[in-house]
């Protein structure tokens, strides 16, 4: 991290010298204007929006990389994987982001700064890592009033899905989106079940293994969301899930909606998905094609 001009420039890499004229490029991709909130995002414009990111996790499947080097800030193509995250919140309109840090935060404050991508970054520690619904309640003073955009840490999809959620959130017919993803086999994830647009129940990690839509850890969400997690019990995991406070969510008869994950989805969770994301590495570059 350097300071230009008055500025804070994060994530930089002291050893690659080509930052800058990457920089340039994106500025100068036939790409940049496919989607106005791209185009806005890249001139450093703001919609006002406020974002949430669930970075606290030990990342135990990465194991021993992650004993010294929290999940976020493990690098693909000379970044940490966090700034490909954070330049999406900035994409979607977000000025203000959130991190919930836990198992190595400090390493995060001290790469991340508190500004990033133009967007002011506050942070909020979960001492004790016992869940995300307990995760996400740290957010509650900074979410106020206004709906917010949430994702997972070790979630990252091709840019046009992040204004999508808020696109379909700002009809004002519902009280969260929530972006799904196709798996065939859900029972590492979170199975929804749909009617059309709308969700109708959610169950965690179900017996499996079975084909479903997976809940993507992305969403845009009311604040009305603060009152179901408080009522959330520990899961037969120990967990308090956010899971169960979208299905409290759904018993109220709130409408929550899915839409599918468009082009690529990454999750960095395990050996394979990193291999998988360093494979991929070109494609997470703001910019750039989906398809």
Known sequence: MRTESGKTVAFENPRDQNREA??????????????PALHSALRGESMGRKGVIL??????????????VPKPLIEVGGRPYLAYL???????????????????????????GREAFGMKLRYSWQFVQD??????????????????????????AAPENYP??????????????MQVNWMEDVSAGADVTLEGEKVVDIVEKPPGP???????GVFVISPKIFHYLKQVQPSP??????????KLMLQAGEKIVAVPVKGY???????????????????????????
């Not at 990457?22 to 989607?35: C, E, L, Y």
């Not at 954070?86 to 000025?95: H, K, P, Q, S, T």
């Not at 999508?164 to 989106?177: F, I, N, P, Q």
Request: one cysteine or more; charged letters at 30%.
């Open 131 to 156: 869940g995300t619904a307990k995760a996400l309640l740290l957010a509650e003073d900074f979410v106020g009033s206004e709906p917010f955009m949430l994702s997972w840490g070790d979630i990252v």
């Open 164 to 177: 999508a959620l808020w696109e379909r959130y700002e009809k004002g017919d519902c009280t969260m989106v």
């Open 265 to 291: 989805r990454f999750e960095l969770g395990t050996w394979d998905q990193l291999r998988e994301i360093e494979r991929n590495a070109s494609l997470l570059a703001m910019g750039t094609k989906s398809d």
């Open 55 to 68: 970075a606290a996790g030990k990342g135990t499947r990465l194991r021993p990389l992650t004993e010294k």
């Open 210 to 216: 079975k084909p479903g839509w997976n809940q993507s």
């Open 22 to 35: 990457r920089r340039r490029d994106v500025r100068k991709s036939k790409h940049r204007t496919q989607h």
């Open 237 to 246: 995991r120990g967990e308090y899930e956010f899971a169960d406070a979208v």
């Open 86 to 112: 954070l330049e999406r919140f900035r994409f979607a309109g977000c000025d203000e982001v959130l991190l919930i840090i836990g198992h190595l935060g400090e390493q995060i404050i001290r790469r991340c």
